[in-house]
């Protein structure tokens, strides 16, 4: 079992930057990929960036050389930096980890971004 725990939300102008910290606890964290992925208002949840158990990430095609993801073993927590935010960067953001068969999310938090 894992428990995540996001951080770092907020309202910013677009052109801005925010950074997302989500916490895990409960199990080994090095072993897991960790992703980020976001909801919208009206849309489906989708993947921002992911980033595996060797670090190795991939990024949706619209965050791009905008947003990067990172990982410190030592603290078991995922970074999300979000720079050069768009107002359609507005939604609610959710850690995930993954292993095999093993799912866990966050309870998200929302980023707000204003024109």
């Known amino acids: 079992q894992v428990q995540l725990v996001e951080s770092g939300g907020g309202l910013v102008q677009a052109g801005g930057s925010l950074r997302l910290s989500c916490a895990a606890s409960?199990?080994?964290?090095?072993?897991?990929?960790m992703g980020w992925y976001r909801q919208g208002p009206g849309k489906q949840r989708e993947l921002v960036a992911r980033?595996?158990?060797?670090?190795?990430?991939v990024y949706a095609d619209s965050v791009k050389g905008r947003f990067s993801i990172s990982r410190d073993n030592a603290k078991n927590t995922v970074y999300l930096q979000m720079n050069s935010l768009k107002p359609e960067d507005t939604a609610v953001y959710y850690c995930?980890?993954?292993?095999?068969?093993?799912?866990?999310w966050g309870q998200g938090t929302q980023v707000t971004v204003s024109s």
């Open positions: 995930n980890a993954n292993r095999n068969v093993f799912n866990y």
């Open positions: 409960g199990s080994i964290f090095s072993i897991y990929a």
């Open positions: 980033i595996t158990s060797g670090g190795s990430a």
